[in-house]
């Protein structure tokens, strides 16, 4: 008998869960399905050129790995690394890379909220973007804020040779390569 109440209880609780969860992801503040206005900075589109290389299968739009706290480490996905610093954290911890939508530069790094001791290095490739409307030098990597619901700038270095962007950050939200 008691060993029912305890399973009806965990499963009251996963139930519970499992819809603070879905509630809580389905009014997530994406960018992706927000319109922007003319004043705002505007994701970087990626070129439909570019586009025939890319295999749009779901094992080629995520990647994770534990990072050693100690030993730090580095995370690729794509056109997109995350190189961690030792002791950016106190404890080993699951790090993700997520490209939702691969025609634009927009990326969610996980696991999310994650506060740092030391910054994170961003760096992110547009090679394949589409400048036709693009000031090379506008490029630059923005943080989601879900509380503005606009990207917020990450001071940044661009390399024009390579066409890298690089930052450092602080924490985990959701970051995208941006221009005016």
């Known amino acids: 008998m008691l060993q029912t109440k305890q399973s009806n209880i965990r499963l009251t609780l996963f139930t519970f869960a499992v819809i603070v969860l879905t509630v809580f992801v389905g009014c997530s503040n994406s960018p992706l399905g927000t319109v922007a206005t003319d004043n705002a900075p505007q994701l ?6 570019s586009m025939t290389g890319i295999s749009l299968s779901p094992v080629n739009l995520h990647v994770d790995s534990v990072i050693s706290a100690s030993l730090g480490g580095k995370l690729v996905l794509q ?3 995350l190189d961690v610093p030792p002791n950016a954290l106190k404890n080993d911890t ?20 994650l506060v740092f001791d030391k910054p994170v290095k961003i760096t992110m490739s547009y090679r394949d973007a589409d400048l036709s409307n693009v000031t090379e030098s506008t490029i630059r990597i923005g943080w989601f804020n879900e509380k503005t619901g606009m990207f917020d700038d990450v001071i940044c270095d661009i390399d024009y ?12 939200s959701a970051y995208a390569l941006i221009s005016d």
């Open 44 to 49: 970087l589109q990626r070129s439909s050129a």
């Open 161 to 172: 040779n390579n066409k890298t962007v690089t930052g450092e950050v602080y924490h985990f």
């Open 79 to 81: 056109d997109v690394i």
């Open 94 to 113: 699951l790090f993700s890379i997520d490209i939702p939508d691969i025609n634009v530069f927009y990326n969610e790094f996980g696991t999310s909220g």
